[in-house]
């Protein structure tokens, strides 16, 4: 059974890498196969059938049953795009669930039997358990409240427990433990929430794994990844160059490496090298063709004519071609393309209206602010080209998106200025956004954004009272703008910071402001 799920497993990951219906059909397959192992392994005691098996060895195949049951469920969302798949995909999951609960209850009893390959069972029921109370617990709370409706559950504190333990005990799950840590602390915290990641403790489940293996793809990508975030970019595209000529066999590594490398050249405004990286995904990556095109163009707007010259392609022309490439991924549109295409249609116009400064919003869509703001020189020279195109936009006849270049570039300031320690006139930048929001045409996610902001600005000085309002006016009171879901996920994760801090009589952080 563990053979049947570990080369399933594999294939899965090839799948969710290239999006390749031959893929994701042929690990389908497998692990359907892999379940069907498992199922002959379990005693259907309710039925009581005679088993053969001993009680340990039925605990074993009950745990790879659950993780051959939420793998396929992963695989029936990418797969088709009907209603059907994903009602069944949700009643693999919620199966998958229910036998992780059991198990775990089991594992708590006194009558649970304790053999030489406990430790592996007890791995597993670590990870199951641990990774669904740490997903839930990140979902925006309207989500979770008809989730625990059909009887779902997560906690954000005991997830991690579950997994930290099954990292550190050697067993044959630990491996997928630390790998589900390590997203966590580096790519969800800061994608889904606000930063709260913790660096140090990625680092440390790291260490080992990189000194054994010093030449893995996947351990210099993490390694890339924390360097980054801690704003050592330039030890951050060593760690990716590095990474890209670790292997090559499988290119989706190469092209998660140059979307990192894309970013670190957009903190450190380094628009040709970036250009160059949203090239390369452009051609040879089938994510998100949209995006990249869009991100090319971005680019291009911040150079001057001269500079633009050696380019074929124009900034305009670009833009133009975003609303063609749209695609959908589990019958959904990525939300990402799905904001640069509501970008871009301000050049669709016979006389476009150019966009103030398209790398850096799309930088806090990607909350890389959080990154630069570890570094001050990082923040100031981001400052400075925000600076440069408000100066722009001043110089500009005012026109019907006037405001929502301004408050775009206000948001932006404002972010600024908190991580340099300038509360006030960050407090006054976010206010600003609020003070226009009749105003603005299209970019109505900038207000929702700005409460968050705001209410994270409060949260630092102490304020949780006054944070928790902010919050909860940014989730009540606004609906159907971009990015909405990805909002609600930090959202949820500030409130959950407010609220915990202000139970424990925390204060993060007293301006002297």
């Not at 745990?63 to 798949?85: G, K």
């Not at 050697?170 to 602390?185: E, G, K, P, S």
């Not at 403790?201 to 975030?229: C, M, S, T, V, W």
């Not at 050249?265 to 040709?272: D, G, I, L, N, S």
């Amino acid at each position: 059974m563990y053979h049947a799920l570990t080369y399933a497993t594999v294939l899965e990951m090839q799948a969710m890498m290239t999006f390749d219906p031959a893929d994701i059909s042929a690990a389908g397959n497998t692990m359907k196969d892999a379940q069907a192992v498992c199922q002959r392994c379990v005693c259907v005691l309710e039925m009581g059938s005679t088993c053969h098996l001993s009680a340990l060895e039925e605990l074993h195949a009950e745990v790879c049953y659950a993780e051959c049951l939420l793998q396929r469920a992963a695989l029936t969302f990418l797969q088709d795009e009907n209603m059907i798949s994903f009602i069944k995909g949700g009643i693999k999951v919620r199966n998958s669930y229910q036998i992780y609960k059991e198990l775990h209850a089991v594992l708590l009893s006194s009558t649970c039997v304790h053999g030489d390959s406990h430790g592996h069972f007890e791995g597993g029921v670590k990870l199951g358990v641990g990774a669904f109370n740490l997903m839930l617990s990140m979902l925006p709370s309207r989500i979770l409240k008809l989730l625990e409706f059909v009887g779902f559950s997560g906690n954000k504190e005991f997830g991690l427990q579950q997994l930290q333990e099954g990292s550190s005990a050697h067993t044959f799950r630990a491996f997928l433990c630390n790998m589900l840590l390590l997203c966590y602390h580096t790519f969800m915290s800061f994608i889904l929430g606000t930063g709260e990641g913790d660096v140090e403790d990625a680092e440390k489940l790291l260490q080992p794994y990189l000194k054994q293996h010093p030449k893995g793809a996947i351990f210099l990508f993490f390694a890339g990844r924390i360097e980054e975030i801690k704003g050592n970019l330039d030890a951050a595209i060593a760690r990716f160059e590095e990474c890209c000529e670790a292997q090559q066999q499988w290119k989706q590594f190469h092209h998660m490496c140059y979307w990192e490398l894309m970013w670190c050249f957009t903190y450190k405004r380094r628009w040709k090298m970036a250009y160059f990286y949203a090239d390369l995904l452009s051609k040879e990556s089938a994510w998100s063709k949209a995006t990249y095109v869009y991100m090319k163009g971005a680019y291009l707007s911040m150079l001057t004519n001269e500079e633009c010259q050696p380019f074929v392609e124009s900034e305009v022309a670009l833009f133009r071609q975003v609303p063609g490439l749209k695609q959908k991924i589990a019958g959904k549109s990525l939300p990402t393309e799905k904001f640069a295409i509501r970008k871009a249609r301000r050049y669709l116009a016979e006389t476009p209206h150019p966009l103030p400064a398209p790398p850096l919003e799309m930088m806090y869509i990607w909350n890389g602010y959080t990154v630069i703001g570890k570094h001050k020189d990082l923040t100031e020279g981001m400052l400075k080209t925000l600076d440069e195109a408000q100066k722009n936009l001043d110089h500009t006849t005012a026109a019907e998106f006037s405001v929502d270049d301004q408050c775009v570039l206000s948001l932006l300031k404002g972010l600024c200025l908190k991580h340099l320690g300038r509360l006030e006139e960050a407090e006054h930048y976010f206010t600003l956004v609020l003070c226009n929001e009749t105003q603005i045409r299209l970019d109505h996610y900038l207000v929702p954004n700005a409460l968050l902001e705001h209410g994270l600005l409060c949260l630092e000085q102490g304020r949780q009272e006054e944070a928790i309002k902010l919050l909860e006016a940014a989730k009540q009171n606004y609906k159907h703008y971009s990015m909405e879901s990805r909002t609600h996920f930090r959202i949820q994760a500030a409130l959950h910071k407010a609220k915990a801090t202000l139970d424990n009589g925390i204060h993060p952080l007293i301006s002297s402001s």
